[in-house]
């Protein structure tokens, strides 16, 4: 298994950015597609972006389009999430995860590891 370290949460106000990364183990990080989820207080975990393996492929949810950015620097085991103009409504633990396959993948059972979690919060 992958083992993730998420970091680059906080407060920030609406309209601001933040970048959160996450730092992977293992020498197979290239053949894993990533994603990040994100989960509010008593909801379920949504998705918010994933890359494939190579990094030429991206997916965004809806909600984000525009405005958030997933890369991968598969030299140092790191994928980000750039997330500008940020709105109250990003606030939630945002997760990193690992896919098993390379490609990019939207669904929870798709993924194998997860990382902790970091807290985002979006104050008006």
């Known amino acids: 298994q992958v083992q993730l370290v998420e970091s680059g949460g906080g407060l920030v106000q609406a309209g601001g950015s933040l970048r959160l990364s996450c730092a992977a183990s293992?020498?197979?990080?290239?053949?894993?597609?990533m994603g990040w989820f994100r989960q509010e207080p008593e909801k379920e975990r949504d998705f918010v972006a994933a890359?494939?393996?190579?990094?030429?492929?991206?997916l965004y949810a809806d909600s984000v389009k525009g405005r958030f950015t997933i890369s991968r620097d598969n030299a140092k085991n790191t994928v980000y999430l750039q997330m500008n103009s940020l709105k109250r409504e990003d606030t939630a633990v945002y997760y990193c995860?690992?896919?098993?396959?390379?490609?990019?993948?939207?669904?929870?059972?798709?993924?194998?590891?997860w990382g902790q979690g970091t807290q985002v919060t979006v104050s008006s």
């Open positions: 890359i494939s393996g190579s990094g030429r492929t991206t």
């Open positions: 293992g020498r197979t990080f290239s053949t894993n597609g």
């Open positions: 995860a690992a896919a098993l396959s390379p490609w990019a993948r939207m669904t929870e059972s798709d993924f194998s590891s």
